[in-house]
């Protein structure tokens, strides 16, 4: 668990470290709607982008404006003080206009901090809607990008090695649904926090330093459970959400958080790739049209469902929709849903905090303590 | 939401206060002056409206039949549709839906009534939505979503891959009201083949989502007759960018507002052609008499607008501008990019579009081609510094037009700009620009009332030396 760990709280870990050893490629994405199957096929290490760890936005704050969500700032902050300094490139991809908008923070904080400046930089543009144009339309950005790392990467990515990637991408997706598997028992056989660094984890590793790790916490917590007691069942949903912390809140006010409806694990879990499939086909079909995210616009129904299923799956007693401050996309979705899951008689609190930062622990831990209150009677 | 607010239709309220507007302006001098007395709190947009005569009062009267056309629009069997300022809604207009333009319905309120729209803000965010969304939208919104205005029957946007924060109003109102939604999408990319056939695609997808709400197929001949009205407009609005860039500036501030206010909500009717045939006259006269728009006839200091305006209660931003001699030499939404626009002279940002009349599907790739023009749409839908975007469009119109410093007026819903605006103002700075970033809400004076935005903007004019 500990390499696990190390990869779930901090942004350099040993995987990383030893994938670097032997000279191979490190690429930060930034959004879960990137194919990283395609940079693994190429020799390419993908890690997504993160900003945990740091103790202040005042670098991002100078190229970022004030109303803008700590996600992205977090990322630009973490490479400005060289916590990302394993990154051989970076592809920014238009999740949301904080996120997009940081390709030119980044390029602009570049020329007043060289080290933040990498040789690979790519832009994906990703559609907000689904029709056939659009499915055309990522198929070509993931060939763009492909050729991109080609050039680059001095390497030659062929559609055979992206379908050996997706079934090794598959295998990490089945582990994490398997440890996931042990959230559903009651009291769960193992904690929120643990549960959910395995499925960070995947985002930062080697898949097969992942799947060995994996694989070795699947089998401790299937054969010697840990001591939970029982509590009221939780599901988290909302903004982006790598903060074990909040999770550690919950579960410190005597909650068990059994599930997580954000997009750092679900690019992972949430539906297999398909192998049968064309490889540029099936990347499209598993990153545009199963997309979780509000960005994708005119699709509630299709995420409500997913959330009511997701709900039931782990039996969760109450659902906690949390967002980031000025994640209108998620905030806004959380007012939807929380009108309906509240119809049908499911317990939903709004959080709403800043990415990352510890500040909020109290007021947090005293509203989760008020709903936990309300849900336990 | 207060009991009291919600016993008045929103749109009934708005359809009153135009029509008394418009009443007044149309009354004697006499007449009108006393009228004056009655209306404390919007005696200086009515006097900014009534100085211009018969401009103001066609605009007027353009926003009353606007408004008419929406409280009337079932009785008279036609189709309600929800959309957005960034739209070009000729294509609704030929299919004869009715707009509903949420940006125009918040500003007039928002710079008409005591209490703008503060109530129908704060009702969105009881709905759910987000506090920190765009209140551009909100104003107007919060009235439908409480149910005080004419139902809307289907909800149509185009800011996807433009500005999350507007695009996610329109999908949250959707649900919330249970309305067919459609959105065109949009590229980051503008001129390539195959962003182009994209949106042709996307296009032809929207018209067939309006032919299915309204059970009627595109009318050729209307579509045809919008155009060909829209091209007269466009000539116009030419002509009155020509004379904007003129040294002083003819155009009166609050001439902006008429045209693009025009565009958003009548865009293709008679009326607006009307009104910029007016205009057109009024800025003709005082170019032929070398004269400066503003009321004192001097200009000091010539302010390009890099994004939207400030509509402060009573249109004060106006007055603002007018009593302080800055000329305003447009802002994001005024500019549309006709291919004879004559800002297009300039290479660097010709990439204007051609109305083609020919075939119905010349007439649709028009349609295509002037919405992916549309303010926001054509210059924030991709990084800020890369060629047609927003940094190479302001300067070259700030070149243009000489002017001597830029303001950036926006909201704080605006994730979009605020995402950016810090390298873009740096970047015009260098280019010797003294740039202004404005921090007050455009649609929401709680954020910063407008005596701290008048007072700041008046510190910048002051320590930068430019008036």
């Known amino acids: 668990m500990d390499l696990i760990k190390q990869a779930a709280f901090e942004l350099q870990n040993e995987s990383i470290s030893a994938w670097k050893q032997n000279d191979h490629p490190v ?158 028992f009651n009291p769960p056989k193992i904690t929120g926090s643990d549960a959910f660094c395995v499925s960070l984890a995947a985002e930062s590793m080697a898949p097969e330093t992942f799947q060995k790790q994996a694989a070795a916490v699947y089998e401790q917590f299937s054969s010697n459970p840990a001591e939970i007691a029982d509590g009221p069942r939780i599901l988290i949903s909302g903004s982006a959400y790598d903060d074990i912390h909040l999770i550690q809140t919950i579960e410190a006010s005597g909650a068990n958080v059994v599930g997580e409806n954000v997009c750092f694990g679900p690019s992972h879990r949430a539906n297999l790739v398909s192998e049968k499939h064309p490889p540029l086909e099936a990347l499209m079909e598993h990153y545009l049209l199963t997309c979780p995210c509000p960005r994708m616009f005119g699709r509630f129904d299709y995420r409500i469902a997913l959330l009511k299923e997701n709900i039931r799956n782990v039996k969760a007693n109450g659902v906690v929709l949390q967002n980031i401050r000025f994640c209108d996309l998620h905030a806004s979705e959380n007012g939807l849903l929380e009108r309906e899951l509240e119809k049908e008689g499911i317990p939903c609190i709004r959080l709403e905090r800043e990415y990352g930062s510890q500040t909020d622990t109290g007021r947090l831990r005293m509203r989760m303590d008020a709903f936990l209150e309300r849900i336990s009677q | 939401m207060r009991p009291e607010i919600q016993e008045y239709p929103f749109d009934w309220m708005l359809h009153k206060s135009m029509h008394i507007a418009f009443d007044s302006l149309k009354g004697s001098k006499k007449e009108y002056q006393y009228m004056l007395n009655y209306m404390p709190y919007f005696k200086g947009l009515m006097d900014l409206l009534g100085k211009y005569d018969e401009p103001g009062i066609l605009f007027v009267e353009l926003v009353k039949d606007a408004v008419d056309e929406i409280m009337f629009a079932h009785d008279q069997g036609k189709k309600i549709c929800m959309t957005t300022f960034c739209f070009s809604p000729i294509v609704l207009l030929a299919m004869d839906v009715v707009p509903v333009v949420m940006e125009p319905l918040t500003v007039l309120p928002t710079i008409l009534w005591k209490r703008g729209t503060y109530d129908f803000m704060n009702f969105c965010i009881e709905a759910g939505l987000s506090e920190t969304s765009c209140s551009s939208q909100r104003g107007a919104l919060g009235a439908y979503l409480a149910g005080l205005c004419e139902p809307v029957d289907f909800i149509i946007f185009d800011s996807g891959g433009v500005c999350d924060t507007n695009a996610n109003v329109f999908a949250f109102s959707a649900s919330y009201l249970n309305k067919p939604i459609f959105q065109l999408d949009y590229p980051a990319s503008f001129l390539d083949e195959r962003t182009r056939e994209y949106q042709r695609k996307d296009f032809r997808e929207l018209i067939a989502f309006l032919e299915s709400q309204t059970g009627k197929k595109l009318d050729q001949d209307r579509l045809r007759k919008g155009l060909e009205e829209t091209h007269k407009q466009d000539l116009l609005l030419s002509q009155i960018d020509e004379y904007q860039m003129l040294k002083p500036n003819p155009l009166p501030p609050i001439f902006n507002l008429f045209m693009y206010a025009g565009r958003f909500l009548a865009t293709s009717t008679p009326g607006y052609t009307r009104l910029l045939e007016s205009m057109c006259r009024t800025v003709k006269n005082n170019a032929d008499q070398g004269k400066s728009g503003l009321q004192s006839g001097k200009e000091k200091c010539r302010a390009l607008f890099c994004y939207i305006d400030h509509y402060s209660s009573d249109a004060r931003m106006w007055n603002f501008l007018d009593d302080t001699g800055i000329s305003h030499l447009g802002s994001i939404l005024s500019r549309f990019f006709p291919d004879h626009a004559p800002y297009l002279q300039n290479e660097d940002i010709n990439s204007g579009y051609h109305i083609q009349l020919n075939t119905l599907d010349d007439m649709i790739d028009s349609l295509t081609e002037i919405n992916a023009r549309s303010p926001m749409v054509k210059s924030i839908r991709g990084p800020y510094d890369t060629p047609y975007m927003w940094l190479e469009d302001a300067l070259a119109f700030a070149r243009l037009y000489q002017a001597d410093c830029i303001i950036y007026s926006g909201t704080p819903g605006c994730r979009n700009t605020w995402g950016m605006v810090k390298p873009f103002a740096r970047d015009t700075e260098k280019h010797g620009f003294p740039t202004h970033i404005m921090y007050s809400d455009a649609f929401d004076e709680r954020v910063e009332s407008f005596e701290t935005t008048a007072l700041r903007l008046a510190e910048f004019f002051r320590v930068r030396q430019l008036i």
């Open chain 1, 27 to 184: 690429v930060g994405y930034t959004c879960s709607q990137v194919p990283l199957e395609l940079f693994y096929a190429g020799g390419i290490l993908p890690v997504r982008l993160r900003g945990v760890g740091i103790h202040g936005l005042d670098i991002a704050d100078a190229y970022y404006g004030p109303f803008i969500c700590s996600f992205p700032k977090a990322i630009l902050q973490s490479m400005a003080e060289k916590k990302l300094k394993h990154l051989d490139g970076a592809v920014i991809a238009d999740g949301c206009d904080s996120m997009r908008r940081m390709d030119e923070c980044w390029r602009r904080a570049s020329k007043d901090y060289p080290h933040m400046a990498l040789p690979f930089f790519h832009y994906m543009n990703i559609p907000r809607k689904i029709s056939d144009h659009s499915r055309d339309w990522f198929v070509d950005e993931i060939k763009q990008l492909q050729t991109a790392l080609n050039a680059h990467f001095k390497v030659s990515i062929t559609l055979e090695q992206i379908q050996k990637a997706i079934q090794l991408y598959n295998e990490s997706r089945k582990l994490i649904e398997k440890i996931e598997d042990l959230r559903k």
